[in-house]
């Protein structure tokens, strides 16, 4: 199991980014996957999971209408847009899954394999 997050940069508040995850070793049709980021001094926290029982995105609340998460499985791949990205969301942003059959949250220690990190700077 792979996984890859690339993306990341300085932003102006506002702006968008895309951050992607490329993946290999597991199918993504079956298994949980999710982002998650970790600011200086903080926990990392889930921004946005998908869930493995019926494919719905969970969005953390500081997120919800301004991010959104896909796949695109013909490219084994995972996208978060990010708009109007405010100070707040500066972090090394991670992709991660587990292989798990059931898997509904969006807990980091709930997830086994991770990417490395990319970083998002959000700052004028």
């Known amino acids: 199991v792979q996984l890859q997050a690339s993306g990341g940069g300085l932003v102006q508040p506002g702006g968008s980014l895309r951050l992607s995850c490329a993946t290999s070793g597991f199918t993504l049709d079956y298994y949980a996957i999710g982002w998650f980021r970790q600011a200086p001094g903080k926990e990392r926290e889930g921004v946005a999971c998908i869930r493995s029982n019926d494919g719905r995105a969970n969005y953390v609340d500081s997120v919800k209408g301004r991010f959104t998460m896909s796949t695109n499985k013909a490219k084994n791949t995972v996208y978060l847009q990010m708009n109007s990205l405010k100070p707040e969301d500066t972090a090394v942003y991670y992709c991660?899954?587990?292989?798990?059959?059931?898997?509904?949250?969006?807990?980091?220690?709930?997830?086994?394999?991770w990417g490395q990190g990319t970083l998002v700077t959000v700052s004028s």
């Open positions: 991660a899954t587990d292989l798990r059959v059931v898997l509904t949250t969006c807990t980091f220690y709930d997830y086994a394999y």
